[in-house]
């Protein structure tokens, strides 16, 4: 892993999550960015990603409906209510498991999934 000059830890080179955070038993197939000011919807962004992580169009995410998993608007009033919250909290970040995925939700806007690999439970 990186540093930059002001010793914060670079991302990896897909601009998520970093090299030493990555779950061990877990792959990462899946990457979106999410800004609040693009005018996209969180919850729109969290079931892309998943649905790229299942290689199958947005509206083919229906089993089990997100809102068994994570208070989406929650987390995005946490995250990403004002410019302020984005930044409250350094390397802010919630994981949440989706069907056969861990989703993972950082406070800079990057939503990644992973996929289980053999060491998963």
């Not at 892993?1 to 990555?22: F, I, K, L, W, Y």
């Not at 877990?26 to 960015?33: G, V």
């Not at 089990?64 to 984005?86: G, K, M, N, Q, W």
Request: net charge negative; aromatic share 10%; with cysteine.
């Amino acid at each position: 892993m990186n540093e930059r000059d002001d010793g914060v830890p670079d991302r990896d080179r897909h601009g998520g999550v970093p090299d030493h955070d990555v779950p061990s038993a877990w792959r990462q197939t899946a990457q979106r960015h999410y800004d609040p000011e693009e005018g996209t919807e969180f919850v729109t962004e969290i079931v892309a990603a998943i649905a790229a992580a299942r290689e199958v169009g947005l509206h083919e995410v229906k089993s089990p409906p997100l809102y068994e998993c994570i208070d989406a608007p929650a987390l995005e009033r946490t995250f990403f209510e004002s410019p302020a919250h984005r930044f409250q909290y350094e390397d802010g970040a919630v994981e949440f498991r989706y069907a056969e995925f861990l989703v993972r939700v950082q406070n800079d806007g990057w939503i990644t999934v992973f996929a289980a690999g053999e060491d998963a439970s």
